[in-house]
Nanobody, 122 residues
Framework: QVQLVESGGGLVQAGGSLRLSCTASGRTFRRYAMGWFRQAPGKEREFVAAISWSGGLTYYGDSVKGRFTISKDNAKNTVYLQMNSLKPEDTAVYYC???????????????WGQGTQVTVSS
């Protein structure tokens, strides 16, 4: 079992920044790839970013490339999502999740956090 807890969400104006954190407990954190997804009301869950277990490989969704950065600190069992130049369309609940390998599809992820709300005002 892996438990994931997200934090760092909140309300920010367009153009602003937020940093999300996801702290894991349970099984060996460093052996999992980690991903961030988001879901807005009435929409499907969308891939945002993912990082390999070593941290050497990262993937980004097209809508966030160049604005968001994923990173991880294995010593702290934590993955981060730095979000810059936020737009109102980034408003969603953001979830972190673990996978045996880096992936962009939600079904490839086994453990999920409860999510943290990000709201970007125009």
């Amino acid at each position: 079992q892996v438990q994931l807890v997200e934090s760092g969400g909140g309300l920010v104006q367009a153009g602003g920044s937020l940093r999300l954190s996801c702290t894991a407990s349970g099984r060996t954190f460093r052996r999992y790839a980690m991903g961030w997804f988001r879901q807005a009301p009435g929409k499907e869950r969308e891939f945002v970013a993912a990082i390999s277990w070593s941290g050497g490989l990262t993937y980004y969704g097209d809508s966030v490339k160049g604005r968001f950065t994923i990173s991880k600190d294995n010593a702290k069992n934590t993955v981060y999502l730095q979000m810059n130049s936020l737009k109102p369309e980034d408003t969603a609940v953001y979830y972190c999740a673990t996978s045996d390998h880096i992936a962009t599809i939600p079904s490839e992820y086994h453990y999920w956090g409860q999510g943290t709300q990000v709201t970007v005002s125009s």
